[in-house]
């Protein structure tokens, strides 16, 4: 954020001293029609050269939306681009991606819309949401992933005392309220 051309236009993504991406600037690479470059999310870059850009939009027709690159190639657009994960309704496309992780085996973590009502292995109660702060999720160059969950407490075996975990990949590692080894 610079104070260059306030208030629009003083958000810039550099690269070794040259603007990458300037805000209201076209996005200069294959992306929805008419968009400009809104603010950035994350930008990664992996040891293997690999670059990733989190970013919102603004759209043509107007509103905004977040879009995720990879390697300058729109993998992910709110609102349009399919889930094809287990478990997702035929038809569902991802309406939110908050945020996204990258190792140096090309493989991306990303979160976005949980699904509601959702029971995860060994919670007593629906998930409620996860908390997708940029360091309570990680991925390894292994594609072991650590990530965090917040239980529904206000369902009958809920708690506000245990209701949050960590997974790795999709196993249990530890919720709140558990004991920790001395």
């Given amino acids: 954020d610079t104070d260059a051309l306030a208030p629009i236009g003083d958000e810039v993504i550099l690269h070794n001293g040259t603007i990458i991406f300037q805000e209201e600037d076209p996005l200069n690479i294959v992306g929805p029609a008419g968009a400009t470059f809104n603010f950035l999310d994350v930008a990664a870059l992996s040891n293997t050269g690999d670059v990733m850009y989190l970013m919102n939009v603004n759209q043509a027709a107007g509103g905004t939306t977040d879009v995720l690159y990879w390697n300058g190639a729109l993998l992910l657009e709110e609102n349009v681009t399919p889930m094809t994960a287990a478990g997702v309704a035929p038809g569902s496309v991802w309406t939110s991606v908050s945020e996204a992780w990258l190792n ?6 990303v979160g976005g819309l949980a699904i509601d009502g959702t029971t995860l292995p060994g919670h007593p109660t629906p998930i409620q949401g996860f908390n997708l702060g940029r360091r309570r999720q990680s991925i390894n160059n292994s594609g072991d992933t650590l990530w965090f969950v917040d239980d529904d407490h206000t369902v009958a075996g809920g708690s506000t005392t245990n209701d949050a975990w960590v997974y790795r990949n999709n196993t249990p590692q530890w919720r709140e309220g558990d004991p920790i080894p001395s």
């Fill in 104 to 109: 140096d085996n090309r493989q991306i973590l």
